[in-house]
């Protein structure tokens, strides 16, 4: 069975083809998948499965009258996220501030722009109201679901053709087209309506400046600290933007560190490059 088979039925939570790299549910993987897995894999196996990220990181769910990075914000329509950073916006050539689409946006699978588009700072789940309006949202990537019904014109025409059949000859099955989603990055940015600064809020209240950016995390299992993070090199293509700092290209084995309203800071190691990976919204 192929790694895309056994992550759609949900037997794995994620694989990296390109680094040998398998993501299992421990229970998964104990009764089920130890003998079917080949053995120059590296297999990670996790207890809780791996969401977009909520959190309740201490000292950082309060109003900054100076935007940083690592810091409470979020849609007037959501509960809370994290403020990732400040990019330039290819488009208009403005300083933006960036985080992921979810936390931009209260339907990040949405091709269109919200109605409602005030960004707040601390987020409305931490307390912020339109009195702590931090910028408008401006565009994102949507985040498609795995499966959704296709629009492609051909695949519409032949489920139709196989269903007038159906119906002739009574059968009981009918044929709906669906299209398999791969996202790549979970983004967005909005207009930035007060003082920033581009530094990242420490816990010690400290702060400091990267000199490289890897990405933005969005995803994860804080049980079983595994995050997942948007590459930056992905995100400029996407999203149309661009990172003054260096962009760092990751490699097994890097040391990285971030820090998040839910989690605070953290430091990790890469274990995967390439993965493609089920994530709960």
């Not at 933006?96 to 409602?116: C, D, K, L, R, Y």
């Amino acid at each position: 069975m192929e790694l895309k088979e056994l992550l759609n039925k949900g037997l794995i939570a994620g694989y990296d083809e390109e680094n040998r790299v398998l993501i299992v549910p421990k229970s998964m993987y104990d009764s089920t998948l130890k003998t079917m897995v080949p053995s120059d894999y590296n297999v990670i196996t996790i207890t809780h499965p791996i969401r977009a990220l909520s959190s309740t990181g201490v000292n950082r769910k309060t109003r900054y009258d100076v935007l940083v990075s690592g810091i409470s914000t979020g849609h007037a329509l959501i509960t809370a996220g994290t403020l990732g950073w400040f990019v330039i916006d290819d488009k208009s050539g403005e300083i933006v501030q960036i985080s992921n689409a979810h936390v931009f946006h209260p339907n990040p699978s949405s091709e269109n722009p919200p109605i409602v588009n005030q960004i707040l700072q601390p987020g409305p789940y931490d307390g912020g109201d339109l009195n702590d309006v931090s910028g408008h949202f401006i565009r994102h990537v949507p985040v498609k679901p795995l499966h959704e019904q296709s629009n492609c014109p051909l695949a519409k025409l032949w489920a139709g053709i196989y269903n007038v059949f159906a119906d002739i000859f009574k059968a009981n099955t009918r044929i709906i087209p669906i299209t398999t989603n791969v996202n790549r990055v979970d983004v967005a940015i909005a207009t930035i309506e007060r003082k920033y600064e581009k530094k990242i809020l420490l816990d010690d209240g400290s702060y400091a400046t990267p000199n490289k950016i890897y990405g933005l995390v969005f995803a994860g299992s804080s049980e079983d600290k595994l995050m997942i993070f948007c590459k930056a090199e992905l995100i400029e293509k996407e999203l149309n933007v661009t990172f003054e700092e260096e962009i760092a290209k990751p490699k097994l084995g890097d040391k990285v560190r971030f820090c998040g309203r839910t989690s605070g800071c953290q430091e990790g190691v890469i274990l995967a490059t390439n993965a493609t990976i089920n994530v709960l919204y």
